[in-house]
């Protein structure tokens, strides 16, 4: 195999494969090792959180294994139908679900942070297709009814709705009714929670907020705040390298690509500030940097471009291993 017919096979199905089952298989080795353990989340907002809904723990880790890979296969098929990075390629999601296994904490168990993120992923659907349409109301409903109906058992989802509110006015399509939308798509799911009687207000959790000064992370909670600054470092420092590129695009793939900036950075932002929760925002996390690692490597897709996608490999690799033994 010649050296230039290496940096077009991380782009293939077969790469993207290949880091699932590297992934999968890491996860279910941590399980089988004890090395899996539950991410400390909230009990949930008004309904029971995500981590209780499946109370076997080896049926709880095949579903947040499961969920992952659903997950990274949609993202790549958002790329495919909205066309955002103007090339198809499966690397970032090889990345995304490469990631989440480096963690077997994060991958390996159904909790409120996959979760979140395959709900912002079906929300993104909606909001993406009401592009320079004021009258994309049903859309923009959609899109909130999807978070909102997730805060119900988090609430962690009311920080991601706010930067769909940012990726509203990016999508040029919030006009006065399309802001009746996002209220209504708001308010029905807590409407249909309230009016079934189902929540008492006795029973709702008011929410705590822990700023990541306030703790100081030993053992497994390092590895994982080193994992997740890591994640964000090399999707920031990713994501500003493509700005100039991202700049010479058409307004419709700019927009695109800005929200995903926009999703990434606010997850960012919201997991330091939010450190309570800093697990839950971690999947967010890391879909985003993938992305902006993935559209990195597609912008500059030159001869050795292999050699520093061996490099993040290779560093998720010794995070994974840091996970196991801490």
């Known amino acids: 195999m010649k050296e230039t017919d290496i940096t077009p096979l991380f782009h293939t199905r077969w790469c993207f494969l290949l880091l699932i089952l590297i992934a999968a298989g890491g996860t279910v080795f941590a399980f089988l090792t004890g090395s899996v353990e539950p991410v400390a989340t909230d009990g949930g907002f008004i309904f029971p959180a995500a981590g209780t809904w499946i109370a076997d723990r080896r049926l709880s880790m095949w579903a947040g294994v499961a969920l992952s890979v659903l997950s990274a296969v949609f993202i790549g098929y958002i790329n495919k139908g909205?066309?955002?990075i103007r090339h198809i390629t499966w690397l970032f999601a090889g990345f995304y679900v490469f990631m989440l296994g480096a963690f077997p904490s994060v991958m390996g168990q159904l909790y409120g942070g996959n979760v979140m993120c395959a709900a912002v992923l079906l929300a993104i659907i909606p909001l993406f297709s009401?592009?320079?349409?004021?009258?994309?109301?049903r859309e923009i409903f959609l899109a909130f009814f999807i978070l909102s109906l997730g805060s119900l058992t988090c609430v962690s989802y009311i920080g991601i709705m706010a930067l769909f509110a940012v990726g509203c006015v990016q999508m040029q399509c919030l006009k006065f009714k399309g802001i009746l939308a996002m209220l209504v798509g708001i308010a029905v799911p807590y409407w249909l929670a309230f009016g079934s009687g189902a929540p008492e207000p006795a029973g709702i959790l008011m929410p705590e907020f822990t700023?990541?000064?306030?703790?100081?992370?030993?053992?497994?909670?390092?590895?994982?705040?080193a994992y997740g600054l890591l994640t964000m470092s090399l999707g920031a420092l990713a994501g500003i390298l493509n700005l100039v590129?991202?700049?010479?695009?058409?307004?419709?793939?700019?927009?695109?690509n800005g929200f995903f900036l926009v999703l990434f950075l606010g997850s960012c932002i919201l997991a330091l500030a939010d450190y309570g929760r800093f697990a839950v925002y971690l999947p967010l996390v890391c879909m985003g940097s993938a992305f902006q690692l993935g559209h990195f490597f597609v912008i500059n897709s030159h001869r050795r471009a292999y050699i520093p996608m061996l490099v993040i490999i290779a560093m998720y690799i010794a995070t994974y291993w840091w996970a196991i033994l801490a």
């Open 130 to 137: 009401s592009f320079q349409n004021p009258k994309a109301t």
């Open 245 to 256: 590129k991202v700049y010479s695009y058409n307004a419709r793939t700019r927009a695109y």
């Open 211 to 225: 700023g990541i000064f306030q703790s100081v992370p030993t053992g497994k909670s390092l590895a994982m705040l």
């Open 82 to 84: 909205f066309n955002v």
